[in-house]
Structures are given as C-alpha cells and as structure tokens.
C-alpha cells in the first residue's frame, strides 16, 4: 500500500495523469484484497473518471473490472454484471483479448452466484477459449476452476474433479503457487461432499502447506476454514473451532472484514451442532454488525437464515419469523431464487 501512496503523490505531482489513474486502482485493489470494498469502490471510481477523461480506453476496462470484483464481492451480482458488461464492450471494441478473458470470467462468477450454471458455464467456456488461443495459461487454469464450481454446484462431481485436476496440473507447470493452493482447496470441497473426508483433510493440508509457504495470509485463512468445516463435518467440533478461530486471527489481523463476518458465521454453525444456541447467536451477531456495515448482503442474508435456525430451535417463534424475513428480503433482492424458497419453507414450519 505504501507504494502505490508514494506512486500516487509522485504522478500527482508531475502531473501523470495516466499513472495517476493507475495508482489508484492499484490502491483500489489492496483494499479490495483486505476486503475494505467501499474504499476499493472509491479508487476504482478515481482511477475511471481519470482514464475516462483522457481517454484510456484500457484503463478504463480495467477499472470497470475492479468495480465489478467489488460488486460482486457484496454479493451486488446486478451491479458486477453491469460493470463486467462495460469492461467486456471496451476489451472487445480495443482487441484486448486478455481483459475480454477475464471480464468473461468475471460474468461467469456472477452468473454462477446466481444459480443460473448454463450461463455461467458458457461464461466459462468463452473465457477458457480465448485464454488458450492467447496462450494464458494461468487464465486458462482460472477458467478450469470456475467450470469445475459449476459442475460441483450441479452435483456432477466427478466433472468437478476432472475440472480442478486439469486447473491443478497447470498451476504446477507453470509454478502458480496460490493457484495450486486453490486447485487443492477446490479438491478438498469436492472429496468432503462425497463424503471422503480423509481425503479432504489432505487437500486442504496441502492447500495450507502452500499458502503458508508463500506467505498468503488470505489464503491461509481460507484453508484452516475449510478444514473447520471438514472437522466439523465428521463431528469432531472442538477441532472444528480450533481451525474456525485460526482463520478468523489471520482475518482480523489482516484486515479482512468479509472474511472476518463469514469466520463468525461459520463459529456460529458450530456452537449451533453443539445445541450451545446462546454463543450461536452471539457469532451470528457479530458477523451481521460487520456484513452490514461494509454492505456484504449475500454473508448477512447466510447470517440471518442462520440465526432463524437457532431461534427455531430455541421455540423463539417471533425472532425465528423475523430473521427468516429478513434474510428472504435480503435473497430476494441478490436474485437467489431458491434460497427465497428455502425461507418460505422455514417460515411455514414455524
């Protein structure tokens, strides 16, 4: 960060417009990373009114991109299309064929968030196209995986499999670490949902191995989460904490808020098996105080649903019906069709 606010001073003072803009998005997107995503919001919005007036049509593609991994990252998907949609005009119109790839990418992500998986697949394929023609391999591995989140989300797990092995393999040739650490994580998810939970231990250790090799804290947290998960899966609940609390240190240290609200969410589900409903309540809280003040509704809407859960069991009838409201509003607003639906259902059990 320090860089990119030694960058900017300089180019402001010499008056590089141009760079201007682009240190700005570089700031734009160290915070997206810390999960800070209204300021990453605002030097994305910097770097595009700049690019916008002095005409870098690259540039601009560009910023439109981070916005859009901003939006989508609050779980805004309308927003993020609209923003992966006018990257993906101007990389077309410019003959950027990389950005195209990624803007591709990044409407496949919405799409799939959405439930809507044929989109999101041709999304996918598109994007996996071009990366091989241009021979961009790491693109190439990204759209693998993304194929391989459709087919996992559609049940069809070995496809899955196949998608993360072929995503795996490349990262390997090309010495992509963290993209290796994600192929392994993507693996690990898979084995846990069939049940394989040795073999998902090993694909998350393994995925942790890296992450912490190469210094990814982010992605460090993200592998003692699933392995939270995994552990708590077999019933295994103290483990499952001890992972779940790990994450939410790197989290909280590094200054991931988004993550930070989903590593209580996932405390809360714990604490919910465990039938200690009060401290349930109290993770659920704390990840709704922090979802809603960065504006993360897709997590706040999970929190909500989930505190439902916990009232029901409580017989807290009244508290049960308003938190399953409130996490109804809040699908339906993000477009989450059946998650409306799974709320119906818990409101006509109550």
Known sequence: ???????????????????????????????YS???????????????????EIGDRGGEAKSYRGLGNVYY???????????????????????????????????????????EY???????????????????????????RGLGNVYYSLGEYQKASEFYQQSLAITQEIGDRRGEANSYNN????????????????????????????????????SYNNLGIVYQSLGEYQKAIEFHQQSLAIKREIGDRGGEAYSYNNLGNVYQSLGEYQKAIEFYQQSLAITREIGNRGVEAKSWFNLGVTYDKLKRISEAEEAYLQARKLFQALGLAADVQKCDRAIRRL
Do not use: C, P, W
Request: glycine share 12%; aromatic share 12%.
């Open 34 to 52: 810390l999960g800070e995503y209204q300021k990453a919001s605002e030097f994305y919005q910097q770097s595009l009114a700049i690019t916008r």
């Open 1 to 31: 960060m320090r860089f990119h606010k030694k960058s900017l001073a300089i180019t402001r003072e010499i008056g590089d417009r141009g760079g201007e803009a682009k240190s700005y998005r570089g700031l734009g997107n160290v915070y």
């Open 73 to 115: 990252s609050l779980g805004e998907y309308q927003k993020a299309s609209e923003f992966y949609q006018q990257s993906l005009a101007i990389t077309r119109e410019i003959g950027d064929r990389g950005g195209e790839a990624k803007s591709y990418r990044g409407l496949g992500n919405v799409y799939y968030s959405l439930g």
């Open 187 to 222: 693996l690990g998810i898979v084995y846990q949902s069939l049940g394989e939970y040795q073999k998902a231990i090993e694909f998350h250790q393994q995925s942790l191995a890296i992450t912490r090799e190469i210094g990814d804290r982010k992605g460090e947290a993200n």
């Open 118 to 144: 044929q989109k999101a697949s041709e999304f996918y394929q598109q994007s996996l196209a071009i990366t091989r023609e241009i021979g961009d391999r790491g693109g190439e591995a990204k759209s693998y």
